[in-house]
Each structure stands twice: as structure tokens, then as C-alpha cells.
């Protein structure tokens, strides 16, 4: 079955038929769906989903574009949510350059925190990096040592890619792949090992052709799986098997 390794069903695009979308993964091919938070307010919300459907489990954290929420105060209490059920990972945390809502020194100092955390609760992080290559490459050597997680929604080198897999991430593929113009992630996932691959669909985003450009849902990663086994060359099935388990073994599920 398909593993979404990242989603976002608490965005209020899903407001209109989120009961009926998540009601027929199953049916879909779709098996397990990780939800993942961004805001501060998006923390109790996947987690109150994952409680509602078996499938659907939650990643507490908070996007470098909104850690201008995040002080003592508040960081405890998201801290506490990770007490409750079905939450597998901090994420999803990072660096965003490219829209640059935070002061990039706060947005690393959040950066680093979250990355403790993951450390202190022995979870998997989710790393959102947008036109911070360099910058969130010397955080993940200095403060992610021993833990593992994705690379969420990857757009570097392969170089920088074998780079991760060698600290012992995953490199999270999802519908850019699809894209005629997307040589760089291509050529990455035409060099890297099936075994250090997990497949995402970052919906309500970034929905792969032939429905780029629409809202994406977990049922389209079928695409991004097909793409996959064209450029390595195997089947659709060794593909979605693989990642799969890839993606069971980091969560430990």
C-alpha cells in the first residue's frame, strides 16, 4: 500500500470533503498517511485527525515560515502534545530562504531546538529547506547527528543528497518529480538507492502531472511512484513496496 510520508488534511482546503477524501484512501491504494503540522494551531489538529482515522498518524512541529509564534512559553506546550497517541515525528522544521517570513537567526534558532527535541523524545524529523542548502546542511551536521528522518520535498544535489542518505536520512520525493523541467530531482533520484527513498505529497500541494496545478491528495502519489520507476528502470510495485517500508522502519511503525 502507498505511504504518504507527508500531508497536510487539517488545510482548511480539505474543509469541504475531508471526511470522504480520507474515506476512500483505502480503496485508493493509499495504507498510511503521516499529517503534519506547520503552525502552532495546526499542532492540536493533526493530532485530533490521527485519533479519528486509524490510518492517519501526526508529526508535531513548527515551519520555519511561522516560528515567529514560538517562545518559551509556547514550545513547552507544543512539547506536551507529544505525549499524546500516534504523534511519530518532529516536523516539520527547517529553513525557508525563499520566502523569508522569519528572520533567518530566529528561524535557525527554532531550527536547532526542534532538532533537541527530536533528539530528547528518540523521534524522526521532518526538514523543510527552501533556498537554504548550505546554511541547514551546517545546522543538520552540528545538531543531527544520530537521528534520522526526510529530507522533505527535495530540490538539491545529488551530491548534497548522498550527503544526507550517508547521515542516515531519507529523501523525500513527491509530485515535482512529475515535471518536465525537474532535471535536478530527476538525476537525484536516478542516483540514489530505492532505499533511501520516501514518497510525499506535501497536499494540498505541489499535485504532480496531470494534476499540477490542482489540489493534491495522497490517491496521486500513484504518479509520483510511476515517474520513480521509470527513471530506476523497475516496477511500480517494487517501488511503492520498497518506499513503504522505508518509510515504516523511520517511524517505526
Known sequence: MIFDTHAHYDDEQFNEDRVELLNSMEEQGVGTIINVSATYNSCRKVIALAKEYPFVYAAVG????????????????????????????????GLDYYWD???????????IRQLELARELDLPVLIHSREAAADTMEIMKEHAKGLSGVIHCYSYSKEMAQEYIKMGFYIGVGGVVTFKNAKKLKEVVENIPLTSIVLETDCPYMAPEPNRGKRNNSAYIRYVAEKIAELKGITYEEVVEQTEKNAREMYRL
Open 101 to 111: 517570513n522569519e528572520p533567518r537567526e530566529v528561524q535557525k534558532k527554532w531550527f
Open 62 to 93: 513548527i515551519h520555519p515560515d511561522e516560528v515567529g509564534s514560538l517562545n518559551e512559553e509556547t514550545f513547552a506546550q507544543m512539547k506536551e502534545l507529544f505525549k499524546e497517541g500516534k504523534v511519530v515525528a518532529v516536523g516539520e522544521i
